[in-house]
T-cell receptor
Framework: RKEVEQDPGPFNVPEGATVAFNCTYS??????FFWYRQDCRKEPKLLMSVYSSGNEDGRFTAQLNRASQYISLLIRDSKLSDSATYLCVVNAGTYKYIFGTGTRLKVLA | DAGVTQSPTHLIKTRGQQVTLRCSPK?????VSWYQQALGQGPQFIFQYYEEEERQRGNFPDRFSGHQFPNYSSELNVNALLLGDSALYLC?????????????FGSGTRLTVV
């Protein structure tokens, strides 16, 4: 089993739709979780950290399910500008952070 | 407030050559991590430097080595280049010796090995 797994997509959704991505991780001791956004041929940019209690930032909601070892990202009211690859990141040990392969989202007009 | 800067932005090398990539972390950051991102893949952790020491390493061969300087900037060296080393190399910085608030990435160095 891979340390961090994501559905590569692509997820093609219309503008205004709600879309959710999951990311599973194998290390039950992991404590730090993040979602990054990466535009084509650009560097990843931090979208949000994922806290145990779940957290929301505008149209974006991140949740952690420790029992099933996955994190999720929900995007409401999708915009064309949300089209990107979404990468989940999980720590594997104190200093090593593992990225998933990313989930591609395309928001259609 | 300068973000993470990497140089060069693009590089073409021949198999067997050696390459050095450079990174200056974001102002106030003291920890530098290097990642390799092949096309269509997520970034793969190479190693992390803190206080001029490599303190964590991913599954990369010894051909990949690095250095951190007293001003926190860092270099990634790759010897005996292989075609498979062609990738985007990303430098990520963080502060307080930790990554708990996430990384700030540079725009990367795109290495092509021919």
């Amino acid at each position: 089993r891979k340390e961090v797994e994501q559905d590569p997509g692509p997820f093609n959704v219309p503008e205004g739709a709600t879309v959710a991505f999951n990311c599973t991780y194998s290390n039950s001791a992991s404590q730090s979780f993040f979602w990054y956004r990466q535009d084509c041929r650009k560097e990843p940019k931090l979208l949000m950290s994922v806290y145990s209690s779940g957290n929301e930032d505008g149209r974006f909601t991140a949740q952690l399910n420790r029992a099933s070892q996955y994190i999720s990202l929900l995007i409401r009211d999708s915009k064309l500008s949300d089209s990107a690859t979404y990468l989940c990141v999980v720590n594997a040990g104190t200093y090593k952070y593992i990225f998933g392969t990313g989930t591609r989202l395309k928001v259609l007009a | 407030d300068a973000g993470v800067t990497q140089s060069p932005t693009h590089l073409i090398k021949t198999r067997g050559q050696q390459v050095t990539l450079r990174c200056s972390p974001k102002s106030g950051h003291d920890t530098v991590s290097w990642y390799q991102q092949a096309l269509g893949q997520g970034p793969q952790f190479i190693f992390q430097y803190y206080e001029e020491e490599e303190r964590q390493r991913g599954n990369f061969p010894d051909r990949f080595s690095g250095h951190q300087f007293p001003n926190y900037s860092s270099e990634l060296n790759v010897n005996a280049l292989l075609l498979g080393d062609s990738a985007l190399y990303l430098c990520a910085s963080s502060g307080g010796g930790q990554v708990i608030y996430g990384y700030t990435f540079g725009s990367g160095t795109r290495l092509t090995v021919v």
